[in-house]
């Protein structure tokens, strides 16, 4: 049984937070480009390690390259 990913809630603007790239950004290869070579992510001042699925804003991101990208919901265990 896997566990929950840990519940980071909305980003706060003011706190150092990696991009969301959204299914319809076309520019998530250009984010990625733009950001430093570290596979880190960042969610309100925390750091995050490539791979990293957190639950933020009602979604489930996975840090892919220092850019959030959205992970699809596991189907329920039957």
Same mark, same amino acid.
């Given at each position: %049984?896997?566990? @929950?990913? %840990? /519940? =980071? &809630? !909305?980003?706060? *603007?003011? =706190? ?16 990625? @480009?733009? =950001? *430093?070579?570290? $596979? %880190? ?9 490539? +791979? !990293?699925?957190?639950? &933020?804003? +009602?979604?489930? =991101?996975?840090?892919?390259? &220092?850019?959030?990208? $959205?992970? #699809?919901? /596991? #189907? #329920?265990?039957?």
């Amino acid at each position: %049984m896997k566990a @929950e990913p %840990m /519940s =980071l &809630g !909305t980003q706060i *603007p003011e =706190l150092k937070n990696s991009p969301i790239a959204w299914e319809d950004d076309e520019d998530t290869e250009a984010l990625r @480009e733009a =950001l *430093p070579s570290e $596979p %880190m992510c960042y969610f309100n001042d925390h750091e995050f390690a490539h +791979g !990293t699925i957190v639950a &933020g804003d +009602g979604v489930r =991101l996975r840090c892919d390259r &220092g850019v959030w990208v $959205p992970e #699809p919901s /596991s #189907p #329920p265990n039957r």
